[in-house]
């Protein structure tokens, strides 16, 4: 991937983390392109988010066992499907 498009995947990063937060999550980016997520003492559960290109090359948020969340520009809807994982009932 081009140095912009690196720069396009540590920002979107950078935005998901700090939507994540501002959702009562934690947020921690581990690398420019994973970040752990978890709740406020839920002890161990968390997942780890990546972003990085689909089949047609457009960047997307991933679980960690390898499906697609949505598009990475789609902060607020890839906030509430993971507030929807980690989220203890």
Do not use: N, Y
Not at 45 to 71: N, T
Request: net charge negative; aromatic share 6%; proline share 7%.
């Amino acid at each position: 991937m081009a140095a912009k498009g690196q720069e396009d995947v540590h920002e979107l990063c950078r935005r998901l983390s700090m939507a994540c937060g501002a959702a009562g999550l934690t947020a921690e980016e581990m690398a420019p392109t994973r970040i752990r997520v978890g709740f406020p003492g839920a002890g161990m559960l968390a997942e780890i988010i990546r972003c990085m290109p689909d089949a047609s090359e457009q960047l997307h948020w991933w679980w960690s066992w390898g499906d697609p969340i949505c598009p990475a520009e789609e902060i607020d809807k890839a906030v509430t499907m993971i507030v929807h994982v980690v989220r203890p009932e």
